[in-house]
């Protein structure tokens, strides 16, 4: 890699970085605010999407490992933009839910709610953990250096998958008490 190249992906990386903490602060100031005097109906229905989002996004990850361990470089670069737009649309979706301030809150009397607070906590963190790294993979696996999108997505892969499938489980698990 020549210094104009080196120069370009420092360039990206820090964009990535910046980009990643700008979307972590906005999600951070959103879920400080006040309840809203009135929740939208559509807003009602976003943790089910954003749940359906995640629960997608997990299934397609399986099925674009399973296609790159085949070779199917085609078909798995197809459900890895799929993931990646599924997760635009996650975001969208969860950043306007926090814009409304609703909060729903586990019972602190129900027996499961340590192991909900486990999931949710690592969910939280390896979701903050993994943005950046998920953008790094997918630009190295944009450009076509293969050698060091394989790296990065040691990491970013499972963690993707885990927060995925804990999204869906959170939801199943905090659903009942939604309040709104």
């Given at each position: ?70 070779k199917n470089i085609a ?106």
């Amino acid at each position: 890699m020549n210094e104009q190249d080196r120069k370009k992906e420092k360039q990206i990386f820090s964009a990535i970085m910046v980009f990643s903490v700008v979307v972590l602060g906005v999600i951070v100031v959103l879920s400080r605010l006040p309840r809203a005097d009135y929740i939208p109906e559509f807003v009602k229905l976003l943790p089910g999407f954003n749940a359906t989002v995640n629960g997608t996004t997990a299934l397609l990850l399986l099925v674009s490992f399973w296609f790159i361990r085949r070779k199917n470089i085609a078909m798995h670069k197809k459900l890895n933009i799929a993931c990646f737009v599924l997760s635009g649309f996650f975001l969208v979706s969860y950043v306007t839910w926090h814009s409304f301030g609703v909060e729903t809150k586990f019972p602190s009397d129900h027996p499961l709610r340590t192991l909900y607070l486990v999931i949710l906590v690592s969910h939280i963190i390896l979701a903050a953990v993994v943005f950046p790294i998920v953008l790094m993979s997918f630009y190295l696996g944009l450009t076509n250096q293969v050698k060091r999108h394989r790296k990065v997505v040691r990491w970013s892969f499972p963690m993707w998958l885990y927060v995925a499938i804990t999204g869906v489980v959170v939801y199943f698990m905090i659903s009942p008490y939604y309040q709104f």
